[in-house]
DNA sequence: ATCTTGACCTAAT
DNA sequence: CATTAGGCCAAGA
């Protein structure tokens, strides 16, 4: 019941502020390893839910793939320029230096939450 | 109802 | 190295 979606919105709130995932890692912590673009679709119907900060969410590459899908076009590079990173040419510099890993910061898949 | 596209990723060629 | 193929499943046409 699209709890698939709800579980990627709480991991999401989870991320702290200054750091990014990627949906793949997302995916995988949700047990789902090859679903990484359903991740990607739940943060484009994330737009309801005001809370997630769905900027903080790039591809495995450190590349801002979705930030065509932010009001305005450089909004998502200013949010994460905001929160302390460095960003040129839509590449997120030292990509994983900021890189938060749900797989080993969280607890392995905290079911029911 | 089917067909195509898509904020992706991994593995194989 | 680069390119392709397969998987995932939700919306839009």
């Known amino acids: 019941m699209?709890?698939?979606f709800n579980q990627v919105y709480e991991i999401v709130k989870k991320i702290p502020?200054?750091?990014v995932t990627s949906y793949g890692a997302i995916a995988r912590y949700l047990g789902h390893p090859q679903s990484s673009r359903m991740?990607?679709?739940?943060?484009?119907?994330?737009?309801n839910h005001h809370e997630v900060?769905?900027?903080?969410?790039?591809?495995?590459?450190?590349?801002?793939?979705g930030k065509h899908h932010f009001p305005g076009?450089?909004?998502?590079?200013?949010l994460l320029e905001s929160e302390g990173?460095?960003?040129?040419?839509?590449?997120?510099s030292?990509?994983?230096?900021?890189?938060?890993?749900?797989?080993?910061?969280l607890?392995?898949?905290e079911i029911g939450f």
Do not use: C
Request: proline content about 7%; charged content about 15%; hydrophobic content about 40%.
């Open 2 to 4: 699209s709890q698939f």
């Open 94 to 105: 030292h990509f994983e230096d900021f890189f938060w890993d749900p797989n080993t910061a």
């Open 39 to 47: 991740v990607g679709y739940a943060m484009n119907a994330a737009h």
């Open 53 to 65: 900060p769905a900027h903080r969410v790039v591809n495995r590459n450190g590349l801002l793939t």
């Open 107 to 109: 607890p392995p898949f």
């Open 85 to 92: 990173l460095t960003i040129k040419n839509d590449q997120i």
């Open 73 to 78: 076009s450089k909004l998502m590079q200013q």
């Open 17 to 19: 502020q200054g750091r």
